[in-house]
């Protein structure tokens, strides 16, 4: 599992193996777009103020990848403990 802290919701969840982060947001009463659900229509794009993401979609450009400013939360994660949101 892994943290995400929203900046300007001042909420901290946890995301357990096994669920998304678009899940865990929705669970917790975020209202947040989807469509493809598979990490292919950047819908559920989320910018990222601080962290090491895991990206397993298939929409960013590998630059975007490197740079490390935002994520699909439909399928990716963090590669380490906390994520810090833009929402
Ligand atoms: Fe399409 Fe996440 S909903 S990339």
Redesign the pocket.
């Given at each position: 599992s892994f943290e995400i802290d929203l900046a300007r919701s001042a909420m901290s969840l946890t995301v357990p193996a096994g669920r998304t982060i678009?899940e865990v947001l929705r669970e917790n009463g975020v209202d947040m777009?989807?469509?493809?659900?598979?990490?292919?229509?950047?819908?559920?794009?989320v910018a990222v103020i601080e962290g090491e993401i895991t990206h397993q979609?298939v929409?960013l450009s590998p630059g975007e990848k490197a740079e490390g400013k935002s994520i699909?939360?439909?399928?990716s994660r963090a590669a380490s403990g906390r994520l810090i949101l833009d929402i």
């Open positions: 678009l777009p989807s469509s493809c659900e598979q990490g292919a229509c950047g819908t559920c794009r979609d929409y699909m939360t439909c399928v």
